[in-house]
């Protein structure tokens, strides 16, 4: 039976870059702590690094949940047109 494979959050990935990004303990023991491969931590380390310019642009990008709820509003415009158009046809009898 194969091992499924772990699936880490956004916040524990971003945890352990910072750690690896302070430079206090080592790659090594990071790893051994937070029970990861180092090359893990190095390529987390390395993401963040390269995109913590990101977090301070001007321009920021809609969120997920802004173009979900995007998506929300015009299923519920699409419904109250149909609703209005069978009204006014079984109004017009």
Do not use: C
């Amino acid at each position: 039976m194969a091992k499924q494979r772990r699936r880490y959050t956004s916040e524990f990935k971003a945890k352990v870059a910072m750690e690896a990004l302070k430079s206090q303990r080592t790659i090594q023991e990071l790893a051994s702590q937070f029970e990861l491969h180092p090359n893990q931590i190095s390529e987390w380390k390395k993401e963040l690094h390269e995109r913590a310019s990101e977090i301070f642009s001007k321009s920021k990008k809609p969120s997920e949940t802004d173009t979900h709820s995007t998506g929300e509003l015009y299923e519920q415009i699409g419904r109250l047109q149909v609703e209005i158009a069978w009204l006014k046809k079984t109004l017009s009898r």
